[in-house]
């Protein structure tokens, strides 16, 4: 088999010991002579894998009682459209922090419900750094405030959480379970899971459970959190596959030792490619401001388009796969997810190098 260094940026690499794991269970889950994904919702076999996914995921998030995980469908770009709905009522509007193209992306799909504005953006310097705004200047009708934890296209990550009195929902759609979560800060949290928290096709979404009685009367029952919480994320079939995997996933991060260990490894492996960035001499150049660096995705340049292009095609024979930036920007983007082993980064490391001597 070729070896491969998964670098991909969502959906990225899932651990081996997860695969392996859903593998074995795949003909016969727990002796029920089916797979998970061919159980009925309803059963009491996948009932338990429904109900362990939330529950290690309180018990890793540090999840306080007053708040209620949901397990959703239409990835985190629904939950653009959902929170909206849910909480943009007449006179309300939602403040937005742009800090990358999720950002816009979330307050366009908000626009299309009701009244937005921009809190503070760093757009005009292409997204090098994550905008810093003062919660007093808040309009008085604001209903949220959107935050991006971690900017996937450019690189840059939140590490100053902002105490708002108003409601703060943030996409952790690539950084979730790499980081604690304030929760005093913290109102809605969500994230698709094919990044950091298994596959594509589930979405959590961790919300304060005094905000589901808040929310639209007039909502379509399928787009309520309240809904979906009352009911416990069956209200409709949820995608059991992908929450299985995500189950299984968590269970990794507990073995490994939980979401300190995540974050630990995490700066780890990305001071390994920042170090080569920094000792460059400008051979590869960061996109982020140095305060404003990601851990989970690292963006940079070489000398000129075409150097670029033989980094990714030599790095592509090399068996690394996704080191292209983002199609919007260009450049090359290391992402490095939990699932991404140190020894990949530290090959990717020496290969940078390698490239580095022979090009300059
Ligand atoms: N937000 C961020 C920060 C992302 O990185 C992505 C996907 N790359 C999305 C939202 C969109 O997620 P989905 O494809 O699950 O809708």
Redo the contacts with the bound molecule.
Sequence with gaps: MTQTYNFN??PGPIPNEVLAKAQQNMFNFEQTGMAVMELSHRSAAYERVHFHAMNTLRELLDIPDDFSVLFLQ?????QFSMLAKNFLSDNKAGAYVLS?S?AE??QKEGAAIGEVYTAAASSNRTYADVPVFDPADLQENTAYVHL?S????YGTQLSDWPACEQPVFV?M??DILSRPIPWDRVDLAYA?A??NAGM?GV?IAIIRTSLLDQASGSLPPSLSYKQHADKDSLYNTPPTGAIYITSLVLDWIKEQGGITEMENRAKEKAALIYDVIDRSNGFYSGHADKDSRSWMNITFRLPSEELEKKFLNQASERGFTGLNGHRSVGGCRVSNYNAVPREHVEILRDFMLEFQQNHS
């Design positions: 940026p969502g239409g990835g985190a770009s629904l990358g999720w992306k979330a991006t971690n900017n996937t296209i996409d759609s690539s698709g094919q990044k594509a979405t």
